[in-house]
């Protein structure tokens, strides 16, 4: 499971370090798309399979789910972290997460969250506002 908030930059050419964490849970090849609300979501390579199956079965007859199919699938890349643990992310990746030098990575379970700083801090819900989320969520049975 992935959890835990890193802070990082990206260097000169682009690429974005790993935390190594991250990196043995992913594995040695992980799948980095487009996710939501901004930012990247990288998947280790049994829970990509996963997501994967569960989209395949989306109705084509349905017009949402064929934008979303698209959304996701059409920037979806194989990487794989170089020796020293980095990664290169395709330009049209970096420019949807808008990341140009300082980006958090955020394990959130399954998958690993990749942001922009700037916009990951931008979305940071305040305290007082997850007291109105959580008590959303204890009417849908979530319990802490």
Not at 12 to 23: C, E, M, Q, T
Not at 60 to 72: C, E, H, M, Y
Not at 88 to 96: S, W
Request: proline share 2%; aromatic share 12%.
């Amino acid at each position: 499971m992935f959890m835990g908030e890193y802070d990082h930059s990206t260097d000169a050419k682009g690429r974005l370090f790993v935390p190594s964490k991250f990196r043995d849970e992913l594995g040695k090849k992980f799948v980095v798309t487009k996710g939501l609300d901004g930012c990247l979501f990288a998947y280790g390579e049994d829970e990509w399979h996963r997501v994967e199956e569960g989209i395949k079965n989306l109705p084509l007859t349905s017009k949402n789910g064929r934008q979303f199919i698209r959304f996701f699938f059409a920037g979806a890349a194989e990487l794989e972290a170089d020796g020293q643990g980095r990664i290169l992310i395709p330009a049209k990746l970096r420019e949807y997460a808008g990341i140009t030098k300082e980006v958090v990575s955020v394990g959130v379970g399954t998958k690993v969250e990749i942001w922009s700083k700037e916009r990951y801090e931008s979305m940071e819900t305040s305290f007082e506002e997850m007291d109105d989320v959580m008590e959303e969520l204890s009417g849908m049975g979530i319990r802490l």
